[in-house]
């Protein structure tokens, strides 16, 4: 499938969905920093905040598997990408 082909493929509303998801999620994590520097001005409860960041990560991830199954030719390609970056990662983490 070309480029063209992919673009096609997704359409508008996933677009629109997944960057509304990925935004929701900002707000919990950032929740979590406060919580991590030891913010008094934070009026939620460590519960919440987990609670919210699960939820959050559900609901992106529902999201960008749309996007995903567009974009990738077949799982191999995919995970073989996700293989790539954990080893960059490590490979930066260990120097």
């Known amino acids: 499938m070309t480029n063209k082909e992919m673009i096609e493929k997704i359409s508008y ?16 994590l950032q929740k979590l920093a406060r919580l ?4 008094k ?3 939620v409860t460590d519960d919440e ?7 959050e990560i ?3 991830k529902i ?6 199954d567009n974009v990738y030719q077949n799982d191999l390609e995919y ?12 490979e930066l983490l260990n120097k």
């Open 13 to 28: 509303m996933d677009i629109a969905v997944a960057v509304e998801e990925l935004g929701e999620l900002i707000k919990p």
């Open 36 to 39: 991590k520097i030891n913010d």
């Open 41 to 43: 001005t934070l009026r």
């Open 49 to 55: 905040i987990i609670n919210q960041i699960k939820e």
């Open 58 to 60: 559900v609901d992106v």
């Open 63 to 68: 999201a960008l598997d749309t996007i995903i």
């Open 79 to 90: 995970y073989q990408n996700i293989v790539k970056k954990l080893i960059r990662k490590d």
